[in-house]
């Protein structure tokens, strides 16, 4: 017997162990552990994150209205998938400078949002029927902002390719949403959603989200340009992050009512 021969067959067959089982354990992801992943990557990098957003409007006439604001995000727990805190000023254009969107994201129960409107000096509370309806004028909602939790979907793995997994989802409560299911592209490697489309209730496609560039900050794959198309209305918002930090020590006190009327600018520059 070749004793060298044996142990080259035995080490060959426990590589090939090795990879087919790290295969099927790949291809056997389930679904909301990709969905868990994917808001994870979305929406956690870090502790906490700012970033500073342009964001371009235009209508199904090419005309085109222009928005810039810095987003504060703290993540209230060292939990993946936990509560988190939203902070968003506006600075362009004059009409909306010095509005604050805010959001108290919670898991178990509604979300908390606040919009302080300076001109009124009004501080209003959103409702959780506004979460999906336009953020300022772009075809971005305000859930898209700071993303929509987990358990609120069904979660269906219905095609894998080599690059992406694609996820379909359906509203737990049919009643709160607009959209009957959506489907999500996301990025095997970085877990990133690519593309996202929204359907109705006659199962048609009426909005469509595209990532259009993605880098790394501080070790985390980041979303940098994405687009949002409406097709009924034929509009589109491009929406641009500049200057992205994590892990800069946002104090908990800027999210607070009492920092929507006097902003930590700080931590806006």
Not at 20 to 48: F, H, M, N
Not at 79 to 105: C, E, I, L, S
Not at 120 to 125: E, F, G, I, Q
Request: no cysteine; glycine share 6%; proline share 4%.
């Amino acid at each position: 017997m070749n004793i060298g021969k044996f142990y080259s067959g035995i080490i060959v067959a426990l590589a090939l162990l090795t990879v087919s089982t790290t295969v099927r354990a790949v291809e056997t992801l389930s679904a909301d552990t990709i969905v868990k992943k994917t808001i994870q990557a979305s929406y956690y990098p870090g502790a906490d994150g700012r970033a500073q957003v342009s964001m371009t409007i235009k209508d199904s006439q090419d005309r085109k209205r222009k928005r810039r604001f810095t987003i504060l995000r703290r993540n209230v727990s060292r939990q993946p998938g936990g509560d988190q805190q939203f902070y968003v000023y506006f600075h362009r254009p004059a009409d909306v400078n010095k509005t604050v969107f805010m959001v108290w994201k919670k898991v178990k129960q509604d979300d908390d949002r606040w919009l302080y409107l300076p001109a009124l000096d009004l501080v209003k509370r959103i409702a959780a029927s506004d979460e999906r309806t336009s953020f300022v004028g772009s075809d971005f909602f305000y859930e898209d902002v700071s993303g929509r939790g987990k358990d609120e979907d069904t979660h269906t793995l219905v095609e894998t390719s080599e690059n992406y997994y694609v996820v379909e989802n359906r509203p737990k409560d049919s009643k709160s949403v607009e959209f009957a299911s959506y489907k999500a592209w996301i990025h095997k490697k970085t877990f990133l959603p690519v593309k996202i489309v929204y359907f109705d209730k006659k199962g048609e496609e009426y909005r469509i989200y595209e990532v259009l560039k993605v880098g790394t900050v501080q070790g985390y794959p980041t979303i940098t340009q994405a687009r949002m198309n409406d097709l009924r209305t034929k509009s589109e918002t491009l929406i641009a992050y500049s200057g992205v930090q994590y892990d800069i020590g946002l104090p908990e006190e800027i999210f607070t009512e009492r920092y929507l009327r006097n902003p930590p600018r700080k931590y806006l520059r």
